[in-house]
């Protein structure tokens, strides 16, 4: 199976800030890389899929990039609602697999 | 609008069966993969099975192997997941996800259903 590590597990920062996660492939997944939201009690909402392309009504704050097995999502200016939990995911493979999550927490 | 609801789960004595539906709507049903992905509380996400949009073709992750059983009704736009030998750590809410093929010929998970939890306990 192919390993996705994403780092940090968690982090504190403020409204307004730079954020980026990152997201390492145990192999080469191409651009087959996808970025999900996710707020307590609700279903992940995909961001960014094909590494780079952003979903359909995603703000424009929201950008990834990266190919091969090295991958990034950056939010330029992070706002109130952006406070939430992201994932990365593979779909290089059939059998999907998904970091193991990063928690972004109000400083 | 497109839609998922996942339904089915409840509690569950260990060793049990359960079976979960997903209906969906605003989509050609038919015309699409599906996944079902699953989330211990607490915990991240972890996919454990995929359909093709013909019901052909099917993967399970080695966690439930053996034990669960996906398949589709393309003519009632149903998903299902037959769960059976259910243990403690099968608990968890359960996700249904379309998979999309993009413009640039990568797949993703674009739509989820809000889940259906099971717990597994004496």
């Known amino acids: 199976d192919i390993q996705m590590t994403q780092s940090p597990s968690s982090l504190s920062a403020s409204v307004g800030d730079r954020v980026t996660i990152t997201c390492r492939a145990s192999?080469?997944?191409?651009?087959?890389l996808s970025w999900y939201q996710q707020k307590p009690g609700t279903a992940p909402k995909l961001l960014i899929y094909?590494?780079?392309s952003l979903q359909s009504g995603v703000p424009s704050r929201f950008s990834g990039s990266g190919s091969g097995t090295d991958f990034t999502l950056t939010i330029s200016s992070l706002q109130p609602e952006d406070f939430a939990t992201y994932y990365c995911q593979q779909s290089y493979s059939v059998f999907r697999t998904f970091g193991q999550g990063t928690k972004v927490e109000v400083k | 609008e497109v839609q998922l609801a996942e339904s089915g789960g409840g509690l569950v004595q260990p060793g049990g069966s359960l079976r979960l539906s997903c209906v969906g709507s605003?989509?050609?049903?038919?015309?699409?993969?599906m996944n079902w992905v699953r989330q211990a509380p607490g915990k991240g996400l972890e996919w454990i099975s995929y359909?093709?949009?013909?019901?052909?073709?099917?993967y399970y992750a080695d966690s439930v192997k053996g034990r669960f059983t996906i398949s589709r009704d393309n003519d009632k736009d149903a998903l299902y997941l037959q769960m059976n030998d259910l243990r403690a750590e099968d608990t968890a809410l359960y996700y249904c996800?379309?998979?999309?093929?993009?413009?640039?010929?990568?797949?993703?998970?674009?739509?989820w259903g809000q889940g259906t939890l099971v717990t597994v306990s004496p």
């Open positions: 996800a379309r998979v999309f093929l993009t413009t640039s010929a990568v797949l993703t998970d674009d739509y």
């Open positions: 359909i093709t949009s013909s019901g052909n073709t099917m």
């Open positions: 192999q080469s997944i191409s651009n087959y």
């Open positions: 094909a590494a780079s």
């Open positions: 605003g989509f050609t049903f038919r015309s699409y993969d």
